[in-house]
C-alpha cells in the first residue's frame, strides 16, 4: 500500500478538529463549573467576573489559579458556621455561672457548694426557686419582699447556710438586731 499523503492530512485534520473541540468543550465546561462554583462562595459581582476570566483566559493554568485563591468555605457552610458559632456563643452566656467564684453551677442547685454563695432565693409563699434579681414571684405571683439593691444579694446569700462557721460581727449584728428588737417590745 502506497502511503497517500492526502489522506494523512485529512486524518490529521480530522484529529485536530477532534481535539480542538475536545478542548473547546472542556474550556466552555470549566468556565460553567467556574461560574457555579464562584456563585456558591462569593457575593461580590467582581469577585465572581474576575475568576471566571482567571479561568476563561487562561484555561488550565487559571483553574488552578482559581482553586487556590477560591474562598475556602461556600456561603452556605459561611452561614452554618456563623450558626454554629451563635449556638456556641449562646451556650457560654447561657452557661450558669456562681457569681461568687464563676464556677459552674446547676440550674437547679439553690447554693453554689464551692463557695456558698446563694444563687436562688425561695418564694417566702409557695417555696420554689426564683432568681436572685426577680421581685415576683413566676410560680405563685407573690412579690419578694424587697430586695431590690444589688448589695444585699450577697448579704442575703450568707445568712441562710447553717454549716457556714460566722464571722463575729455577723453575729453580733445579729445579735444586736434580736436585743433591739427586745428592747423595743
Ligand atoms: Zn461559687
Ligand atoms: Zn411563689
Known amino acids: 500500500m502506497v502511503f497517500d499523503p ?5 486524518f490529521l485534520l480530522l484529529f485536530t478538529a477532534w481535539g480542538g473541540a475536545f478542548i473547546a468543550a472542556l474550556w466552555l465546561s470549566l468556565v460553567i463549573w467556574t ?3 464562584i456563585r456558591g462562595r462569593a ?3 467582581l469577585a465572581r467576573i474576575l ?7 487562561l484555561f ?3 483553574i488552578v489559579i482559581y482553586l487556590i485563591l477560591r474562598p475556602s468555605r461556600t456561603l452556605e ?9 451563635e449556638a456556641l456563643l449562646q451556650a457560654i452566656e447561657e452557661a450558669n455561672l456562681c457569681p461568687g467564684c464563676g464556677r459552674r ?7 453554689c457548694p464551692n ?5 436562688k432565693k425561695n418564694c417566702h409563699q409557695c417555696g420554689k426557686p426564683m432568681e436572685l434579681p426577680w421581685n415576683l414571684c413566676p410560680f405563685c405571683g407573690t412579690p419578694a419582699p424587697g430586695m431590690r439593691r444589688e448589695g444585699l444579694s450577697m448579704d442575703e446569700a450568707l445568712r441562710p447556710i447553717p454549716s457556714d462557721s460566722k464571722e463575729p460581727e455577723e453575729t453580733l449584728t445579729f445579735n444586736d438586731e434580736v436585743i433591739d428588737e427586745s428592747s423595743n417590745i
Open 35 to 37: 461560574y457555579r462554583d
Open 115 to 119: 463557695c456558698h454563695t446563694k444563687l
Open 105 to 111: 453551677v446547676k440550674e437547679a442547685w439553690i447554693i
Open 77 to 85: 457552610e459561611d452561614y452554618q458556621h456563623t450558626l454554629e458559632e
Open 43 to 45: 457575593r461580590d459581582p
Open 6 to 10: 492526502t489522506n494523512f492530512s485529512n
Open 51 to 57: 475568576a471566571i476570566l482567571v479561568v476563561a483566559i
Open 60 to 62: 488550565l493554568p487559571g
